[in-house]
T-cell receptor, first 119, second 115 residues
């Protein structure tokens, strides 16, 4: 399977602990996105990378959140001092990027998500 | 800012019924529009997309037409099957996203198809 993969699929942690999630995008995709989805809502954008550069962060991404994509391949999302409000599904997506045509039309391919529960 | 509004669910239909899920958007310029589907226990999958006004996206019997005059992108299917039961998300990528191409999603509409 050459789709987007995320690990772990489920994470249960106690309030105040740190957690880290990993995303492996489709290999030839140079854009990688993180979204967060809470129950009954659509996904909300958190941040994105083009290759190894983090080019945009949402105001939703507090200073307890940090994301990296050190070699332009896989990415990690770390949440420090977790709070119960951080409980959500964290989604990763990747897309190719082309300077031709309309880049906004590039399809984003989503992974299965990591479900975080903070007790 | 950009936003997407879609009809609330759940929507319950009998097999072979006609489906419409309404979606309207607010965005400046000419956004690209998408429908994603999330089957139980699976990740989001792109169902169809349209990148300019009057374009019709289609896939697996589903269709949606980009209507700029009504800022709408309603999803339709002529005859639904039990296997279409899922959550459907309307989404857009705005024209002025600073190059980020981030998706803005609606809240999702759950569809349940019964025999």
């Amino acid at each position: 399977d050459t789709g987007v993969s995320q690990n772990p699929r489920h994470k249960i942690t106690k309030r105040g602990q740190n957690v880290t999630f990993r995303c492996d995008p489709i290999s030839e995709h140079n854009r990688l996105y993180w979204y967060r989805q809470t129950l009954g809502q659509g996904p909300e954008f958190l941040t994105y990378f083009q290759n190894e550069a983090q080019l945009e962060k949402s105001r939703l991404l507090s200073d307890r959140f940090s994301a990296e994509r050190p070699k332009g391949s896989f990415s990690t999302l770390e949440i420090q001092r977790t709070e119960q409000g951080d409980s959500a599904m964290y989604l990763c997506a990747s897309s190719p990027f082309s300077n031709r045509g309309r880049p906004s039309a590039d399809t984003q391919y989503f992974g299965p998500g990591t479900r975080l529960t903070v007790l | 800012g950009d936003s997407v509004t879609q009809m609330e669910g759940p929507v319950t239909l009998s097999e072979e019924a006609f489906l419409t899920i309404n979606c309207t958007y607010t965005a400046t310029g000419y956004p690209s529009l998408f429908w994603y589907v999330q089957y139980p226990g699976e990740g989001l999958q792109l169902l169809l997309k349209a990148t300019k006004a009057d374009d019709k996206g289609s896939n697996k019997g589903f269709e949606a037409t980009y209507r700029k005059e009504t800022t709408s992108f309603h999803l339709e299917k002529g005859s639904v099957q039990v296997s279409d039961s899922a959550v459907y998300f309307c989404a857009l990528i705005g024209t002025f996203t600073g190059g980020g191409n981030k998706l803005t999603f609606g809240t999702g509409t759950q569809l349940k198809v019964e025999l």
